[in-house]
């Protein structure tokens, strides 16, 4: 509106300033072009209003960007932090990882290297009732009773020793061994055995024998051993046969070799 403002003032301004009479000819161009600016001036003015409305929309969208980016910014700071955070408590869980697999590994080692080492060294009575295995990481040596005892005795006879004189050489250089020295016996109800009153007294007293040998003559430290009576209730086979009895009624000597390090390891809290 100022502009039609001014163009009218612009044209009266010349009309008066010009003092003479304008023909009818004249009159009609200067309206004419009067007309073409106030047109001109329209068109110009509803562009500055789609303009002025077009540049207002573009400083929304762009408030609305700076928005969206500051809060994506932030986000990914954020996370990049989490991240970081992650990737550290991974390489630490990634190396304990490692670390208990390493002694594991050597847990393992150790272990089937003493296995070999007793079934050489015992090899001679394998055909007796004697046999050396694995199980949930530690070595069992496995002796039936006829292999260390006579009949509901618990004095070990000279060929139990000469079995237990065997496993002691390999005993004495491995120190590292502690051994849990497990007596017993099937489901058979003890009878006129004097003190004993029991399967549970037996299986305890037999295993006290192979300790007492193993510690007096063999010279095994006894500070090595533990010795327990399980009586008749872990039996290798629950039938009821006199083959299944027979290997119910045994020594076990159960090889732990010390890890101090794993122990360690354990005791350790692991990275959270």
């Known amino acids: 509106m100022k502009i039609k403002f001014i163009l009218l003032a612009l044209i009266g301004g010349l009309a008066l300033h010009s003092c003479k009479v304008m023909s009818p000819k004249a009159y009609k161009a200067l309206v004419a072009g009067r007309d073409s600016l106030q047109t001109r001036t329209t068109t110009l003015e509803t562009e500055l209003a789609r303009l002025q409305g077009d540049t207002a929309r573009l400083h929304r969208e762009i408030a609305d960007l700076q928005h969206n980016y500051n809060a994506l910014n932030s986000s990914y700071n954020s996370n990049s932090t989490k991240l970081t955070q992650l990737s550290g408590d991974l390489q630490k869980r990634e ?155 045994r020594i076990e000597i159960v090889l732990t070799p010390k890890l101090d390090e794993l122990y360690n390891l354990i005791s350790t809290p692991a990275a959270k």
């Open 95 to 249: 190396a304990r990882l490692r670390e208990v697999e390493d002694i594991l590994r050597k847990r393992d080692e150790a272990t089937n290297a003493l296995r070999d080492k007793l079934q050489q060294a015992l090899l001679g009575f394998q055909q007796s009732g004697l046999s050396v295995d694995i199980r949930n990481g530690k070595v069992y040596v496995s002796l039936t009773d006829k292999l260390l005892f006579p009949s509901g005795s618990i004095v070990i006879d000279e060929k139990g020793k000469q079995a237990l004189k065997q496993l002691a050489v390999v005993l004495n250089k491995e120190a590292d061994i502690n051994l849990s020295i497990e007596g017993h016996t099937d489901n058979q109800r003890v009878v006129n055995l004097g003190q004993i009153k029991d399967n549970w007294d037996l299986s305890v007293l037999r295993a006290t024998s192979v300790s007492r040998y193993l510690t007096d003559v063999e010279k095994i430290a006894p500070q090595r051993i533990t010795a327990t009576g399980k009586g008749e209730f872990q039996p290798i086979d629950p039938s009821s046969t006199p083959e299944a009895r027979a290997k119910n009624r």
